[in-house]
Protein backbone atom coordinates (compact mmCIF):
# COMPACT_ATOMS: atom_id res chain seq x y z
CA UNK A 1 0.00 0.00 0.00
CA UNK A 2 1.41 3.63 -0.58
CA UNK A 3 1.48 4.23 3.00
CA UNK A 4 4.85 3.09 3.41
CA UNK A 5 6.21 5.40 0.81
CA UNK A 6 5.99 8.38 2.90
CA UNK A 7 8.41 11.27 3.09
CA UNK A 8 7.48 12.68 6.26
CA UNK A 9 7.27 11.36 9.41
CA UNK A 10 3.33 10.79 9.87
CA UNK A 11 1.70 11.40 13.38
CA UNK A 12 -1.41 9.66 14.59
CA UNK A 13 -3.84 11.85 15.45
CA UNK A 14 -7.72 12.26 16.20
CA UNK A 15 -9.52 14.67 14.62
CA UNK A 16 -12.69 15.56 12.26
CA UNK A 17 -12.81 15.70 8.59
CA UNK A 18 -15.46 18.13 6.84
CA UNK A 19 -15.32 18.69 3.26
CA UNK A 20 -19.25 18.80 1.86
CA UNK A 21 -18.07 18.30 -1.49
CA UNK A 22 -16.22 14.73 -0.80
CA UNK A 23 -19.58 13.82 2.01
CA UNK A 24 -21.87 15.58 3.86
CA UNK A 25 -21.06 13.35 6.46
CA UNK A 26 -17.69 14.25 8.67
CA UNK A 27 -14.44 11.74 7.82
CA UNK A 28 -12.18 11.05 10.63
CA UNK A 29 -8.51 12.18 10.69
CA UNK A 30 -6.41 9.12 10.61
CA UNK A 31 -2.46 10.54 10.40
CA UNK A 32 -0.89 14.02 9.44
CA UNK A 33 2.25 15.43 8.46
CA UNK A 34 2.99 18.67 6.60
CA UNK A 35 2.38 17.72 3.11
CA UNK A 36 -0.36 15.03 3.78
CA UNK A 37 -2.86 13.10 5.27
CA UNK A 38 -5.18 10.12 5.54
CA UNK A 39 -8.97 9.76 5.76
CA UNK A 40 -11.54 7.33 7.16
CA UNK A 41 -15.20 8.17 6.07
CA UNK A 42 -17.57 5.99 6.91
CA UNK A 43 -19.40 5.31 3.40
CA UNK A 44 -18.46 5.36 -0.28
CA UNK A 45 -17.33 8.34 -1.69
CA UNK A 46 -16.23 9.93 -4.80
CA UNK A 47 -13.73 11.93 -5.13
CA UNK A 48 -11.65 13.21 -8.25
CA UNK A 49 -7.70 13.29 -8.06
CA UNK A 50 -7.51 16.28 -10.95
CA UNK A 51 -9.64 18.27 -8.53
CA UNK A 52 -8.93 20.50 -5.72
CA UNK A 53 -10.57 20.46 -2.49
CA UNK A 54 -11.21 23.02 0.77
CA UNK A 55 -11.08 20.59 3.77
CA UNK A 56 -11.69 21.60 7.58
CA UNK A 57 -9.79 19.33 10.13
CA UNK A 58 -10.64 19.84 13.48
CA UNK A 59 -8.38 18.13 15.77
CA UNK A 60 -8.86 17.00 19.48
CA UNK A 61 -6.60 18.90 20.83
CA UNK A 62 -7.51 21.84 22.64
CA UNK A 63 -4.65 24.11 22.17
CA UNK A 64 -5.90 23.55 18.83
CA UNK A 65 -9.53 23.72 18.92
CA UNK A 66 -10.72 25.52 15.95
CA UNK A 67 -11.08 23.67 12.54
CA UNK A 68 -7.97 24.44 10.40
CA UNK A 69 -8.43 24.93 6.37
CA UNK A 70 -6.35 22.92 3.81
CA UNK A 71 -6.90 22.94 0.14
CA UNK A 72 -5.57 19.66 -1.06
CA UNK A 73 -5.73 16.94 -3.58
CA UNK A 74 -6.53 13.26 -3.13
CA UNK A 75 -3.52 11.22 -3.90
CA UNK A 76 -5.02 7.50 -3.54
CA UNK A 77 -8.19 5.75 -2.30
CA UNK A 78 -9.03 2.69 -0.51
CA UNK A 79 -13.06 1.81 -1.17
CA UNK A 80 -14.90 -1.12 0.71
CA UNK A 81 -18.09 -1.44 0.99
CA UNK A 82 -19.09 0.59 3.34
CA UNK A 83 -16.00 2.88 3.96
CA UNK A 84 -13.61 5.16 2.68
CA UNK A 85 -10.19 5.68 3.08
CA UNK A 86 -8.57 8.77 1.02
CA UNK A 87 -4.69 9.78 0.63
CA UNK A 88 -4.82 13.56 0.74
CA UNK A 89 -1.86 16.24 -0.32
CA UNK A 90 -1.55 19.57 1.16
CA UNK A 91 -1.25 21.94 -1.41
CA UNK A 92 -0.78 25.62 0.25
CA UNK A 93 -3.09 26.85 2.22
CA UNK A 94 -4.60 29.45 4.35
CA UNK A 95 -3.39 27.91 7.92
CA UNK A 96 -0.21 26.40 6.30
CA UNK A 97 1.74 27.97 9.53
CA UNK A 98 -0.88 26.83 12.01
CA UNK A 99 -0.19 23.20 10.60
CA UNK A 100 3.86 23.46 10.76
CA UNK A 101 2.89 24.69 14.40
CA UNK A 102 0.67 22.14 15.03
CA UNK A 103 3.66 19.36 13.69
CA UNK A 104 5.69 20.77 15.90
CA UNK A 105 3.69 20.07 19.34
CA UNK A 106 3.56 16.60 17.55
CA UNK A 107 7.06 16.39 17.47
CA UNK A 108 8.06 17.75 20.48
CA UNK A 109 5.36 15.35 22.76
CA UNK A 110 6.33 12.05 20.69
CA UNK A 111 9.99 13.09 21.65
CA UNK A 112 9.11 13.26 25.65
CA UNK A 113 6.57 11.04 25.48
CA UNK A 114 8.30 7.88 23.09
CA UNK A 115 5.71 5.22 21.98
CA UNK A 116 4.48 3.37 24.82
CA UNK A 117 4.28 -0.20 22.37
CA UNK A 118 8.68 0.42 21.79
CA UNK A 119 9.09 0.79 25.83
CA UNK A 120 7.41 -2.70 26.20
CA UNK A 121 8.26 -4.42 23.28
CA UNK A 122 11.98 -4.26 22.49
CA UNK A 123 12.57 -3.44 18.85
CA UNK A 124 15.02 -7.13 18.63
CA UNK A 125 12.52 -8.76 19.53
CA UNK A 126 11.07 -11.59 17.06
CA UNK A 127 7.88 -14.03 17.27
CA UNK A 128 7.76 -16.98 16.92
CA UNK A 129 5.01 -19.03 15.21
Known amino acids: MK???RGEERFNEIGRIDCERIC?????????SMSGFSA???NPVFVDTEEEYTVFITFSRQ?????????CVPKWKNEDESETEI???ILRSPDSPA???????????SEENPDLADMIISPEAEFVE
Open 63 to 71: DFSRPLEFV
Open 40 to 42: HFP
Open 3 to 5: KEL
Open 87 to 89: GFK
Open 24 to 32: ALPGVLEDI
Open 99 to 109: LASFINSLQEN
